[in-house]
C-alpha cells in the first residue's frame, strides 16, 4: 500500500492521530469538532493557561461548552500540550494560528513561520497538513510549500499532503457552526486536495474541493471583501443621509423590502473580528507587491475606519445640545465586544471610541456583560458594575454593541442623551428628542 492510500485509509477509519495548532476561536472549535467525530486529536499552543484549563477540562471559548470540553478529555479523545514534539506521531496537522495585519499595512506572518518551523522538525511521510489561518493568495505554496517538503526532501503530492481550508467561524452563531458550514479546501496538488477533502469529511457535513489552495485562499478574501465593501457602501451612505437630513435606517428597511437583487447592510461605528476589518487589507497589500491598487478596498476601508471619529462627532454634537463640552463630559460606551451577545473584543470599533473620547478630554466608561476588562496600550477600563446607575449618571450614552439583554427601554428612560450606533432603540430612538442616531 502507498503512502497515500495508507493515510487515506487512517483518515477513513478514524484511526488518525489529528494535531491542531493553536486553541483559539478557531482552533478549539475545530478540535472538539473532530474529536466527537472520534478522532484523537491533541491541541498545541504556547499559552500555558489555555493548556491547564483543557487538562482541567475547562473551555475559554463561548461557542464552545465546558460540559464537552470535560468529557473530550475525561474519554481521552482530547489533549492539549505546548510541546510541539507530539507531531512526530501526528498524521494530520490543522493550522490554525492569528495573522494579524502590522501597523505599517502588511500581513504579519510571524505566527505561521513560527509553527511551521516547529512543524518542520517532526514532517514524515505519510502527513497530511491544512493551513486554516486566513492570509493572502499564495502562502501555502511559497512560505509552507519550502519548509515542510523541500528541507526535509519530502515530495508533496506523495510523501506527504498540503492545502490550504480557510476558517469561517462567525462567534456567537448558533445556525452555522464548524460542523454545518460548508468547508472550502484547496491543495497544492490533486491528491492535496483529495487527501485534505477525505479528513474533512469525516467530521463536517459538506467540503468543497477547488482546484489549488490559491483559489481557496481567494475565496476566502473575497467573501470578507464583499462583506467589508458593502459595509463601507452603508456606512458612507449614513454619512450622506445624515447630511441630506434623511433617516438612513428607514432608507435600508424601504429598499430592503425588495425581493431581488439587493442585500441589506447596516452601518455601524466601524469594523470589527478578526477578519473583515484585516482580511481585504490581505489581498491589498499582495496587489500593491503587483503595481496594482485594489480600489474598492482602500475606500471602503478609509471609510470604514473613519466611522469611530465620526461618532465622537455625534456624541460632541449631542452634548452640544447640553450646552456641555466634549472634555469633562461622562461618556458611557455601552458594549464593547465586536458583536452582539459575544465577548470578542478582536478589533472592536468600541476601542477605537473610548480611545478617541479619552484623548479629548472626555471621562470614559464601559458596560459590558460579557466582557469585564478592557486593557489597551492607551487605557485601561472595568465594566461598570451597575448599569443603570451608570445611564443615570452620564452626560451621554454612546450604544456601541446592541446586545440582546439590555433593557433599551429602562435605558431611554434613564439617559440624559443617547448616540445610537446600531438603531438598537429602533423606533423608540426614532421619536426621542433625546436620541442621536448614526
Given amino acids: 500500500?502507498?503512502?497515500?492510500?495508507?493515510?487515506?485509509?487512517?483518515?477513513?477509519?478514524?484511526?488518525?492521530?489529528?494535531?491542531?495548532?493553536?486553541?483559539?476561536?478557531?482552533?478549539?472549535?475545530?478540535?472538539?469538532?473532530?474529536?466527537?467525530?472520534?478522532?484523537?486529536?491533541?491541541?498545541?499552543?504556547?499559552?500555558?493557561?489555555?493548556?491547564?484549563?483543557?487538562?482541567?477540562?475547562?473551555?475559554?471559548?463561548?461557542?464552545?461548552?465546558?460540559?464537552?470540553?470535560?468529557?473530550?478529555?475525561?474519554?481521552?479523545?482530547?489533549?492539549?500540550?505546548?510541546?510541539?514534539?507530539?507531531?512526530?506521531?501526528?498524521?494530520?496537522?490543522?493550522?490554525?494560528?492569528?495573522?494579524?495585519?502590522?501597523?505599517t499595512g502588511d500581513p504579519d506572518l510571524s505566527f505561521i513561520l513560527a509553527v511551521t518551523r516547529e512543524l518542520a522538525k517532526y514532517m514524515h511521510p505519510g502527513m497530511v497538513v491544512v493551513l486554516e489561518s486566513t492570509t493572502y493568495p499564495g502562502t501555502t505554496r511559497e512560505i509552507l510549500l519550502p519548509q515542510l517538503g523541500e528541507d526535509n526532501e519530502l515530495i508533496v503530492g506523495e510523501d506527504y499532503f498540503l492545502a490550504f481550508s480557510p476558517e469561517r467561524v462567525d462567534p456567537g452563531r448558533e445556525d452555522w457552526t464548524t460542523i454545518n458550514t460548508p468547508k472550502v479546501v484547496g491543495g497544492i496538488t490533486e491528491a492535496c486536495s483529495e487527501v485534505a477533502t477525505i479528513w474533512y469529511e469525516g467530521a463536517l457535513e459538506t467540503v468543497v474541493s477547488v482546484s489549488?489552495?490559491?483559489?481557496?485562499?481567494?475565496?476566502?478574501?473575497?467573501?470578507?471583501?464583499?462583506?467589508?465593501?458593502?459595509?463601507?457602501?452603508?456606512?458612507?451612505?449614513?454619512?450622506?443621509?445624515?447630511?441630506l437630513g434623511i433617516d438612513v435606517?428607514?432608507?435600508?428597511?424601504?429598499?430592503?423590502?425588495?425581493?431581488?437583487?439587493?442585500?441589506?447592510?447596516?452601518?455601524?461605528?466601524?469594523?470589527g473580528g478578526h477578519c473583515i476589518p484585516i482580511d481585504p487589507l490581505y489581498l491589498s497589500w499582495k496587489l500593491r507587491s503587483l503595481n496594482y491598487t485594489a480600489r474598492f478596498i482602500e475606500l471602503a476601508s478609509e471609510?470604514?475606519?473613519?466611522?469611530?471619529?465620526?461618532?465622537?462627532?455625534?456624541?460632541?454634537?449631542?452634548?452640544?445640545?447640553?450646552?456641555?463640552?466634549?472634555?469633562?463630559?461622562?461618556?458611557?460606551?455601552?458594549?464593547?465586544?465586536?458583536?452582539?451577545?459575544?465577548?470578542?473584543?478582536?478589533?472592536?470599533?468600541?476601542?477605537?471610541?473610548?480611545?478617541?473620547?479619552?484623548?479629548?478630554?472626555?471621562a470614559v466608561s464601559y458596560h459590558d456583560p460579557f466582557v469585564t476588562r478592557i486593557k489597551e496600550d492607551e487605557f485601561e477600563l472595568e465594566s461598570v458594575p451597575d448599569l443603570m446607575a451608570a445611564v443615570r449618571d452620564a452626560d451621554c450614552v454612546v450604544i456601541i454593541t446592541n446586545h440582546s439583554e439590555y433593557d433599551y427601554s429602562a435605558i431611554l428612560d434613564a439617559a440624559t442623551y443617547i448616540v445610537d450606533t446600531r438603531n438598537a432603540l429602533g423606533e423608540m430612538g426614532r421619536k426621542s428628542p433625546k436620541v442621536v442616531r448614526l
Avoid at 461622562?330 to 478617541?356: C, F, N, Q
Wanted: negative net charge; charged residues 25%; glycine residues 8%.
Fill in 303 to 362: 471609510i470604514n475606519l473613519g466611522m469611530p471619529r465620526y461618532v465622537v462627532r455625534k456624541v460632541q454634537d449631542a452634548l452640544n445640545e447640553l450646552g456641555k463640552p466634549l472634555k469633562g463630559s461622562r461618556v458611557l460606551v455601552l458594549g464593547a465586544a465586536y458583536k452582539p451577545d459575544i465577548d470578542d473584543l478582536r478589533e472592536s470599533p468600541a476601542l477605537d471610541v473610548i480611545g478617541l473620547l479619552e484623548q479629548k478630554g472626555s
Fill in 249 to 271: 435606517w428607514e432608507v435600508i428597511d424601504a429598499a430592503a423590502t425588495k425581493p431581488f437583487g439587493f442585500m441589506k447592510f447596516t452601518p455601524g461605528p466601524g469594523l
Fill in 1 to 103: 500500500m502507498n503512502t497515500k492510500d495508507a493515510l487515506l485509509e487512517k483518515l477513513q477509519n478514524k484511526t488518525a492521530s489529528i494535531a491542531v495548532l493553536g486553541l483559539g476561536y478557531v482552533g478549539l472549535p475545530f478540535a472538539t469538532v473532530f474529536a466527537e467525530a472520534g478522532f484523537n486529536v491533541v491541541g498545541i499552543d504556547p499559552d500555558a493557561s489555555k493548556i491547564e484549563k483543557l487538562d482541567e477540562g475547562v473551555s475559554y471559548i463561548q461557542d464552545v461548552p465546558t460540559e464537552l470540553v470535560a468529557r473530550l478529555v475525561e474519554t481521552g479523545k482530547l489533549k492539549a500540550t505546548t510541546d510541539f514534539a507530539v507531531l512526530a506521531e501526528a498524521d494530520a496537522v490543522s493550522i490554525c494560528v492569528p495573522t494579524p495585519l502590522r501597523k
Fill in 212 to 243: 489549488s489552495s490559491e483559489v481557496a485562499e481567494m475565496a476566502k478574501l473575497l467573501e470578507n471583501t464583499f462583506r467589508m465593501i458593502n459595509i463601507g457602501l452603508v456606512n458612507e451612505m449614513a454619512v450622506m443621509c445624515d447630511r
